[in-house]
């Protein structure tokens, strides 16, 4: 029996009009209502998940999310920390001289600063927007080297981002957990981080085997958690690398995938 369920949001929990229709919602709760827990991981920030956790009731005390894509993951209600992985100033530093040197914009989560960048860009611009937080401008070269970092994102139109991709040095494999969440975005964490070191841990936390849990997403930073889940599943919208590894193709965020796998292989 399967008894966590983790869903990324965007173009999985989320329709194309950033809506959770009423059959999702419907299927959420009946799965609640049977003692599943039910768990977000994002790449958003907590103020960009919150508005869709409350919708869900997913807010008290034994509930659960990932955010940073899995750098943070916390207990809802109470905000205790529960796993934390953070890159630093330092990181930053050396993301961003390569950033100028590629020609793509950044941006970058601080634990103290919030979303900071050296230039707004219209994607900086649409990550704030998304997620209803503000911008700050800042000067990536005199961050402090130990300032906690919870990511850092080049930033740029799909062919630009590709481009940079790949001329990245083989050394950032070594050095950071990478992932392309979106066309125009990619992201660096910490190397402890990313969605499946963050289920594993909420799984252990929980006393579950990852044979007991279920992930649900669609582009390359659910990759890795669709392959450790006991049930990894793509969205028919998924790129075709998520699809490759998942265990199952359920319909696509605009049909009600995410209730499809409730009634599948929960409520069944």
Same mark, same amino acid.
């Given at each position: 029996?399967?008894?966590?369920?983790?869903?990324? !949001? %965007?173009? =999985?929990?989320?329709?194309?009009?950033?809506?959770? =229709?009423?059959?999702?919602?419907?299927?959420? &709760?009946?799965?609640?209502?049977?003692?599943?827990?039910?768990?977000?991981?994002? /790449?958003?920030?907590?103020?960009?998940?919150?508005?869709?956790?409350?919708?869900?009731?997913? =807010?008290?005390?034994? %509930?659960?999310?990932?955010?940073?894509? $899995?750098?943070?993951?916390?207990?809802?209600?109470?905000?205790?920390?529960?796993?934390?992985?953070?890159?630093? /100033?330092?990181?930053?530093?050396?993301?961003?001289?390569?950033?100028?040197?590629?020609?793509?914009?950044?941006? $970058?989560?601080?634990?103290?600063?919030?979303?900071?960048?050296?230039?707004?860009?219209?994607?900086?611009?649409?990550?704030?927007?998304?997620?209803?937080?503000?911008?700050?401008?800042?000067?990536?070269?005199?961050?402090?080297? *130990?300032?906690?970092?919870?990511?850092?994102?080049?930033?740029?139109?799909?062919?630009?981002?590709?481009?940079?991709?790949?001329?990245?040095?083989?050394?950032?494999?070594?050095?950071?957990?990478?992932?392309?969440?979106?066309?125009?975005?990619?992201?660096?964490?910490?190397?402890?981080?990313?969605?499946?070191?963050?289920? *594993?841990?909420?799984?252990?936390?929980?006393?579950?085997?990852?044979?007991?849990?279920?992930?649900?997403?669609? $582009?390359? &930073?659910?990759?890795?958690?669709?392959?450790?889940?006991?049930?990894?599943?793509? !969205?028919?919208?998924? =790129?075709?690398?998520?699809?490759?590894? $998942?265990?199952?193709?359920?319909?696509?965020?605009?049909?009600?995938?995410?209730?499809?796998?409730?009634?599948?292989?929960?409520? *069944?």
């Amino acid at each position: 029996m399967y008894k966590l369920v983790v869903l990324d !949001m %965007d173009g =999985t929990l989320l329709n194309s009009q950033k809506e959770i =229709t009423e059959r999702v919602r419907t299927a959420i &709760n009946a799965a609640k209502a049977i003692g599943v827990k039910v768990v977000l991981a994002s /790449g958003r920030p907590i103020d960009g998940m919150l508005p869709t956790l409350e919708t869900l009731g997913l =807010t008290t005390l034994d %509930d659960y999310v990932l955010t940073y894509n $899995a750098s943070l993951t916390l207990n809802v209600a109470s905000k205790e920390v529960i796993r934390s992985e953070f890159l630093t /100033g330092q990181d930053a530093r050396d993301i961003y001289h390569l950033a100028v040197e590629l020609g793509v914009n950044m941006h $970058a989560y601080s634990t103290k600063l919030g979303l900071i960048t050296p230039k707004i860009s219209q994607y900086t611009e649409h990550e704030a927007s998304i997620n209803q937080i503000d911008i700050n401008i800042c000067d990536f070269t005199t961050l402090d080297p *130990a300032e906690e970092m919870l990511k850092i994102m080049m930033i740029d139109n799909a062919e630009l981002l590709t481009a940079a991709i790949n001329r990245l040095p083989d050394s950032f494999q070594e050095k950071y957990s990478m992932a392309q969440s979106a066309p125009f975005f990619y992201e660096f964490m910490s190397k402890k981080s990313g969605k499946a070191n963050g289920v *594993a841990a909420l799984a252990t936390y929980l006393g579950l085997s990852h044979e007991e849990v279920i992930c649900v997403g669609d $582009a390359g &930073n659910d990759l890795e958690m669709i392959a450790y889940a006991g049930l990894g599943v793509a !969205m028919e919208n998924a =790129t075709e690398d998520v699809k490759a590894v $998942a265990d199952y193709i359920t319909l696509s965020n605009d049909q009600d995938g995410v209730a499809h796998v409730f009634e599948k292989f929960v409520l *069944a």
